[in-house]
């Protein structure tokens, strides 16, 4: 494809599309009318590794890379070494030999500024660049992802060279854009407890509490006379005989967080000065992974890329000793979120910077992807909204920890199992087009999903068991079969589209998103909760009425008690919506006072036998459920399946276990993405006849989809 970005594709595009009379997707018109952030072409790629690759093969890879219809590639977020070989001393002679021969093949270039792995000579030169652990242990070079996020020193020689490499390529006709580091929240470095840690975290306080007394009441300082009457005497949450201050372990990961996602400004602020034509954004992983506030680390970025390994996600199941039927749904369920977060965070289409192209693992790996599954694992994320796909990575390295992380290419540089079938799915996206690769995600429901609240469990679970991410993820899972596409939401998010909202663990909640639950159900929408609700205010002390605090009107009920579920798990016993068979209470059960709500369950064994479990309230013209029982699939999903249906969601059409359904639109066209995750062939039921924009098959009643198989469905 010729030199295209978004503002010229936009342009053609809508001269086009106005021709033919249809409405763009509302970012495009955004896109169209300049308002939206820099312009983004097709991409359609791979990850590729000329720093790792003997040059005189280079010439061939960017020939084998236009000839498999990849138009893009990422290259050199982990070559700082050769690019400042000693410090100051830049050498970007071999990169522009690089990009020059991508470019006279007709390939694009993404380049990674290398700040997530930096050279031996810096490490020896700066030691205290490299972090502390939560032990107070200083990690040791040798590995990545091992740089302290508040060091000055460190941010500014990861400015330097990143700076020396924007002024070389910000007129270099084949460089598009930008991909800032590496995953900031993998590897070890989202948690530092070093001194300039310390210090930073003081200094952020400061700005957020201006007074000393403000931060003692705040945190509640007299307990174990922590009182501070200086800002240097506050420490970071290292090892002291006792547990730290939840208030300020809670305050630690939000300096933590917004460390990483201000070192990441750094280096942006310099690029849109430098690069203004170049599109920028990073490359990493969504919820269940928590550790920095996505939203908070790609606010200022043109889109979000999210990396993608299903395999990986398979081999971490199986090394956690879970298996059989459980991974089937687990996989796609896990893989799903991550896409529909990528998709949520600016609420506009992502790109994939790094899609499994086959075994997947450093010290030991994943199979091989089934035939058809790497295809299938590309559609899945664009049926979630993504808009384009890189592959990694182009070949397979023959040195590094990563030599078993097997890409495109196999060792030997023949073809790997999975490369036709990618250049497959790399013409078909091509086919279905831009309208379609940039349309809307269609999604009734949404899944409320707080970095606070998971932060302050993990400070204080209150039963060891208890994680928030885990919850989230499980009741992802059991809301995703009903199909209706879910936005994930959080605490300043706007509810109002959304049917229904399933909201689990709102362990940590401030009057202000108190009030927009309270307006959003007020409004006739439908919100669903479950225990510990509202129990720490957003400065984590624990609200003084009775809970579940500031929502207490809204459900309907306050508390008798809460408790944690060691042994002897209580029967819950169903009725009235939710009649139906009993079920085990898992590890925390609410038990429930109603004021106004009505009873959908009750314990049925136990000390609280007889007490209610889940209560619903009407409140205005919504309802507002609290599910004070921990539930377990298939519990939780007929459970939480039942309110879908209750709040009139529905399924475009249906389908049977193990296919999924997302819907993506455009203005009057409306696409059904029909995914087989099964090794079999699945059979659905279609209400009228629609045209596969893949194949161009036309489907009426009974469509078989084959394994591993992906439908486009357009009504005609
Ligand atoms: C991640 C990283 C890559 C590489 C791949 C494979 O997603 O971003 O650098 O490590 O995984 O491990
Ligand atoms: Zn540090």
Redesign the pocket.
Known sequence: MGKMNRRNFVGASTAVLGAAGLRLPLWAQLAASGAASLSVPLLLGADYYPDQTPEPLWEEDARRIAEAGLNNVRIAEFAWVLMEPSEGKFDFDWLQRSVDILHRNNVRVILGTPSAAPPPWLTVKYPDVV??DEKGNRLHPGGRRF?????ATYRRLSLAVATEMAKKFTGHPGVIGWQIDNEFTLGSSPR???????A?FQAWLRTKYRTLDQVNQTWGTNFWSQHYSDWAQIPVPLPSGGDPNPGLALDYDRYQSF?NASFLEEQLAMLRKLCPKHFVTTNNIGVPYDLIDDRELYAKLDFVAFDNYPGFIDMLFHQQGRTGSFLSDAIPTTVAMQNDFGRSILRKPFLVMEEQSGKAGQSSFSPQPDKGQVRLWSYQAIAHGAMGINYFRWDTATSGAEEYWHGMLNHDRSKSPAFDEILQTVRELKSLGPEFLHSDYEADAALYFDYDCSWAVKIQPGHHQLNYAEQATSWYGAISPSHTGIDIVGPGSDLSPYKIVFAPVVYVLSEVQADKIRQYAKGGGFFVTSFRLGVKTETSQIVRQPLPGYLADVMGVTLEDYVPVYAQNPHVKFSSILAGPEAECGIWADILKPSSAEVLAIYNSGQYSGKPAITMNTFGRGKAVYVGADLHPPDLFRVLGTFAGAAGVQRAIDVPAGVELTVRKSGSRRWLCVLNHKSEVQTIRLNGSFRDAISGTTHRAATEVPRYGVLVLEST
């Open positions: 972090e502390v740089t302290c996020p508040t060091n530092c407890y070093c001194d300039y840690c310390k930073g460390a």
